[in-house]
């Protein structure tokens, strides 16, 4: 760190060889495409080059890093464009399938399947554009990563008592989006009784 912060290039791309895994893990906790990915790893390395100075030393290097990272993958959440709210008619076939399947009670191991499992997972990573970037990040590490609230305040920088309360309240925003979502299907469902019986 000593050498990095004098300008030795080498002891930085020491550093970058040396942490870039940890910090590839966290980008990958945020974002699936591996150009996205390297693109916050770049974006860290570049903010950690400028901002040396402003390590005290206090935690691990490691540790300032995956801050860094943690807060890059934030604001790229945030500045990229969102949709306000996810409709029933958003869906692709397949999710709208998967809903109706829900919606008519069908269950077991239809449900199962790799093929379903893969459709939820699409359902809920469209669910997950309509919430904020703190909720995505809160259960993505959570319940996707399954990290631990200790975990997630060093990442953060949030306290572990506002990581858990922002885990409750994300989790009741995501379970009242999809309850919207199933309400906006039922209804689309019996629109589509109604005008069928009336032909």
Known sequence: MRLARAGDESAFAEMVRRYSPRVFRVAARFFRRREQVEEVAQEVFLKAFTQLEGFEGRGSLEGWLARIAANTCLNMLRSARRRPE???????????????????????????????????????????????????????LIDGEEASVKDVAELTGWSESNVKVRAFRARRRMREAVERLLARGERNERERFKSAGER
């Open 86 to 140: 996810l409709t029933a008619s958003d869906l692709t076939e397949d999710e709208a399938a998967w809903l109706d399947d829900k919606l008519a009670g069908v269950a077991g191991e239809r449900h199962r399947s790799a093929e379903r499992a893969v459709v939820a997972a699409d359902l809920t990573d469209r669910v997950f554009e309509t919430m904020s970037p703190e909720d995505r990040m809160v259960l993505m």
